[in-house]
């Protein structure tokens, strides 16, 4: 099992920028998992944001493109997701969760993931 401790969140304005961090621990091989940002907003599914592959590669939902970038930092087994341009329907707890195994392609289709952290709250306001 991979804990996961999300922080970085806030209320911005539309066009602000923030970055995300989530911390993955007590699992050695974790930083070479796929892992991704999902997010949900009241009354709305869980949707996926972008994942990263252990090789690194990242893939990213059409409304987010060319504005979030996700990435990791292996010896910190860490993974970021950079935003920016944001806006008000950007507004949603983001949860970032792992999956044991190097490849999203299937996390990707289904957002089935083995271990998810408790979510940080991002706000933006217009």
């Known amino acids: 099992q991979v804990q996961l401790v999300e922080s970085g969140g806030g209320s911005v304005q539309t066009g602000g920028s923030l970055r995300l961090s989530c911390v993955a621990s007590g699992n050695t091989y974790s930083r070479l998992y796929c892992m991704a940002w999902f997010r949900q907003a009241p009354g709305k599914e869980r949707e996926a944001v972008a994942f990263?592959?252990?090789?690194?590669?990242?893939t990213y939902a059409d409304s987010v493109k060319g504005r979030f970038t996700i990435s990791r930092d292996m010896p910190k087994n860490t993974i970021y997701l950079e935003m920016s341009s944001l806006k008000p329907e950007d507004t949603a707890m983001y949860y970032c969760a792992s999956i044991a195994r190097a490849d999203c392609d299937g996390p990707s289709q289904d957002g089935r993931m083995d271990d998810w952290g408790q979510g940080t709250q991002v706000t933006v306001s217009s």
């Open positions: 990263i592959t252990g090789y690194g590669a990242g």
